[in-house]
């Protein structure tokens, strides 16, 4: 079973900065199958990503992902007040399975 | 555009069964190739993923609540169901349904649905 890692569990960032935020994959996964959502307070969680650097639709240019292997980097280049939220990624993995990382938070510094 | 809402009792007691439904909205479950299934995340928790079924009737669900967990279709009604027996204070949750043409993940959410397991 795939574990999916992510830390820290929170990050503080002031608007306008860079965010990088980090998945660890238990063994090697397949970065066709690793997603991130985006989960802010209250709301459904909402896809940002797919196949690791795919954006879904109607998500902004400053999302990025990259990665392979056991290490996946969602990138957001420049912090929105709206970007403020949890961030989990995901695997699709064999059984079939699917699996999500217990999440980041980007707050406010 | 693909609308999801879930519906369903708000309170569960212990070793009861849960049940929701997700109606689908803006789109046809018996004609599209989709994929449907259930979120489910404890309060102030992450989430974990309980099932999902294709249009076919395959239903893939999580090991962790397979002997509990029956997702279903009804084309007739448009919607698709969760049983989930027996349940404990620990299956408390908002309960998500969702959707998308791939496996993998999900584009498609509904809104969520809080059940509580509380005598």
Redesign the interface.
Known sequence: EIVLTQSPGTLSFSPGERATLSCRASQSVSS??L?W?Q?RPG?????VI?AASSR??GIPDRFSGSGSGTDFTLTISRLEPEDFAVY?C?Y?GS?????????TKVEIK | QLQLQESGPGLVKPSETLSLTCTVSGDSISSSNKYWGWIRQPPGKGLEWIGTIYNSGSTYYNPSLKSRVTISVDTSKNHFSLKLNSVTAADTAVYYCASDINIAWFYFWGQGALVTVSS
């Open positions: 066709t199958y997603a959502y989960q709301q459904a969680p909402r896809l797919y879904a639709a989990y995901q699709y059984s079939p399975m699917l699996t999500f990382g217990g999440g």
